[in-house]
């Protein structure tokens, strides 16, 4: 692919894999590997500084972004393609497990903090997991997706401010993170809700919420865990974004004590995350996003593909121009064929003619041999100008 040419035009085919409020969102495939493209629906944005500065670096545990820009009036986005298990999909995760992903997502963030980028819409769905080739580190690897978002992103895990339009922000993405922390644990979310004013209503309230005593009630969790995981509640899920954890490493070093509480050992702990990890592997990997209401449907381009004819298309002109170039030949041979035997006759003809007259006497009456009698012209074929 050359620097100049957009990934948009290399793109051999798309297929809609999930429909969202703000954009659709397309597995793309072609020479130089697989993409999601995102495309956003007219009136729908992403935050062009946040993507601006993901494009020029690479931060580990976060999908890169390959391209964006605007094509037909529409934005766009093309990540590179992730071979993951969405968290949004693997259900129940057991606490100890749970606590080593928050600290692996932390890393990422912090990461990302350290350039000024937050990410403003941390759910399940953007954060993908997959096997750790790294046998040194936690067993498994987390992979945040989907940045850029414009608005409060999904309400279920918004921080109040953003409801309030401020922009994200580290508190934003610490209440996000207390959030997703308790839907890993649990299987399901903490607020429940019909709708977007709803949603902000319930979260507006988030200090009025014991989940200590949600925990107890489930009956799913021992009094230990209740207890671990009780500093990181009161860290996150607060009303007020300064009464929250000042930053990722406060939370990491907060989540790191939580792991200790849990008495359940390091040999046990590291046992469970590589019985998970192995999990991940029997599940059909989700990709990024997961797969949605499309069912994976191989659709038309939404977008108008510039400067590179389709590969198909290539091929169906190239056979067309072989095919008019034999037609063409095997006319010109007909022509030449049909026409050479006159010429050959009229040639031979002439010859002997001309050897004939060379032998008479010069003063046999007839014209001299430079030049024919009309007689012996008569007898000759006329060539075919056809």
């Known amino acids: 692919m050359s620097e100049n040419s957009s990934i948009l035009d290399n793109i051999e085919s798309c297929r809609l894999i999930h429909r969202g409020g703000e954009a659709d969102i397309y597995l793309a495939s072609g020479n130089s590997g697989k993409f999601v493209l995102k495309w956003y629906r007219n009136g729908s944005a992403f935050e062009t500084e946040v993507v601006e500065k993901l494009k020029c670096i690479r931060i580990p545990g976060t999908c890169r972004i390959r391209e964006s820009g605007l094509r037909d009036g529409n934005p766009y986005l093309v990540y590179d393609f992730i071979e993951g298990v969405s968290s949004r999909d693997v259900g129940h995760i057991p606490v100890p497990v749970a606590l080593g992903l928050l600290r692996e997502v932390a890393q990422s963030l912090l990461a990302l903090n350290a350039v000024g980028v937050h990410h403003g819409d941390l759910n399940p769905a953007n954060v993908l997991l997959n096997r750790n080739p790294d046998k040194s580190g936690f067993p498994v690897q ?109 939370l990491d070093e907060i989540a790191e004590i939580a792991l200790g509480t849990l008495d359940v050992g390091e040999i046990k702990a590291s046992v469970d995350a590589q019985k998970f990890a ?7 990997p989700g990709g990024f996003p997961p797969d949605g209401s499309a069912n994976g449907l191989d659709m038309a381009f939404p977008y108008e593909k510039r400067g590179i004819a389709h590969p198909k298309k290539k091929w169906k002109y190239m056979y067309l121009a072989v095919f008019g170039l034999i037609l063409t030949l095997m006319a010109f041979f007909f022509i030449v064929g049909t026409n050479s035997s006159d010429i050959d006759e009229t040639g031979n003809l002439l010859l002997k003619k001309s050897r004939n007259s060379v032998t008479m006497e010069p003063d046999s009456g007839l014209e001299s041999q430079d030049s024919l009698p009309s007689t012996i012209l008569k007898d000759l074929p006329t060539p075919s100008l056809d």
Do not use: H
């Not at 860290?235 to 929250?244: C, D, I, K, S, Y």
């Open 142 to 250: 987390t992979t945040l997706v989907d940045f850029g978002i414009v608005g409060p992103g999904t309400p279920s895990y918004a921080a109040p401010e953003r409801f309030q339009g401020r922009p994200a922000s580290t508190a934003s993405d610490l209440f996000s993170l207390g959030m997703l922390l308790y839907r890993w644990i649990t299987g399901e979310d903490l607020i429940q809700a019909s709708g977007y004013e709803e949603f902000q209503d319930e979260i507006l309230r988030i200090d009025s919420i014991s989940v200590d005593e949600k925990l107890y009630a489930s009956g799913n969790f021992s009094a230990t865990e209740i207890s671990a995981l009780s500093p990181l509640w009161k860290a996150l899920l607060r009303q007020n974004a300064e009464e929250r954890c000042e930053d990722f490493d406060e």
């Open 278 to 284: 192995k999990a991940l592997e029997n599940q059909k």
